[in-house]
């Protein structure tokens, strides 16, 4: 069973992304609540998929994606940002730092489905 790492901050969307990805009922997911927690959980779990927010209070989430990148255990770990941040800079920072895909609050569930089968199949 392949596992999913979801950051985010705000437990109200942390839910909404949990739930979304339980309906596909193939995944384990793990979360955190902050970027600290993510950067704890990732040596201690092999994870297949790291969706991260990017703003969050301590490490953000091009912090997050920037680390990913830059550790040889993580560099081919698939990443979606997932953020309130429109614009298109923010955007194209996130993609290159990294991020494989860059998905705007609010979504549909099913875009974030749809982007979860096509990184992880």
Known sequence: MKKILVTEDSAAMR???VSTLEAM???EIIEAGNGFEALR???REKVDLVITDINMPDING???VNFCRSNPQY???PLIIIST???ERDRKKGLALGADA???KPFQPEELQQLV???LH
């Open 15 to 17: 839910g909404l992304i």
């Open 25 to 27: 009922e193939c995944f």
């Open 41 to 43: 959980t990732l040596p």
């Open 62 to 64: 091009l912090e997050l």
């Open 75 to 77: 560099q081919q770990t």
């Open 85 to 87: 941040e429109r614009s």
């Open 102 to 104: 860059y998905l705007i």
């Open 117 to 119: 089968r096509r990184l």
